[in-house]
Structures are given as C-alpha cells and as structure tokens.
Nanobody, 121 residues
C-alpha cells in the first residue's frame, strides 16, 4: 500500500508564492510519473504539472512560466513552486503518482487527499 500526503497549501495574496509538497510512503519499488492536479468548486479536476522519473516536465498552459515542478527521487517527494498566484488559482491541489511496488508487478495510480490553496485579491 502507498500513501501520498500533500502539504504547503494556504491563503496567499494575489502575486504571492507557495510551495506545495507531496511525500510518498509505503511499499514503493519505483515511481514513474508524478503530477499535481487541482479541482476548483464546481469544476473538474485538471492537470497542473507532471514530472517523470527522469525529470521531464509538462505544464498546463495556465501555469506555464510561473510554476516549477520538481522531485526528490531519494526521498520520494515532489514539489510544486507556484509564483505570481492569480485569483483564478484557488483550488484543492492533489498529488498523483504512478507507483510500482515490486519489479514484477505493474504500476498503480495513487492520489493524495489534497491541500487547499486560496488566493486573496
């Protein structure tokens, strides 16, 4: 079993910055892709950014240029640095990871419980 725990959310003024963290723990052989998703009230969950085990990244157009996703493969931790926060950024941000629990088994998709990000105008 694998657990993902997000942290770092909170209330930030527009134009400010936040650093979100996601720590993975449990039976982990390896993690391929990790990513951040967000879901605003009444909206569908959407991809914010993703990063592979090799460091390749992908960003949603709405955050490209002002967000940086990174990961620490030794500690199975992922980060999302968000700068120049906008009033449209508030949402619950979720950590996602594609995890292999052994060499022989397929990878499974895991989700964290989410962390709230609120932006004041």
């Amino acid at each position: 079993q694998v657990q993902l725990v997000e942290s770092g959310g909170g209330l930030v003024q527009a134009g400010g910055s936040l650093r979100l963290s996601c720590a993975a723990s449990g039976s982990i052989f390896g993690i391929n892709t990790m990513g951040w998703y967000r879901q605003a009230p009444g909206k569908q969950r959407e991809l914010v950014a993703a990063i592979t085990s090799g460091g390749s990244t992908n960003y949603a157009e709405s955050v490209r240029g002002r967000s940086i996703i990174s990961r620490d493969n030794v500690n199975n931790t992922m980060y999302l640095q968000m700068n120049s926060l906008k009033p449209e950024d508030p949402a619950v941000y979720y950590c996602n990871a594609d995890v292999s629990c052994s060499l022989d088994l397929h990878a499974d998709d895991y989700w964290g419980a989410g962390t709230q990000v609120t932006v004041s105008s």
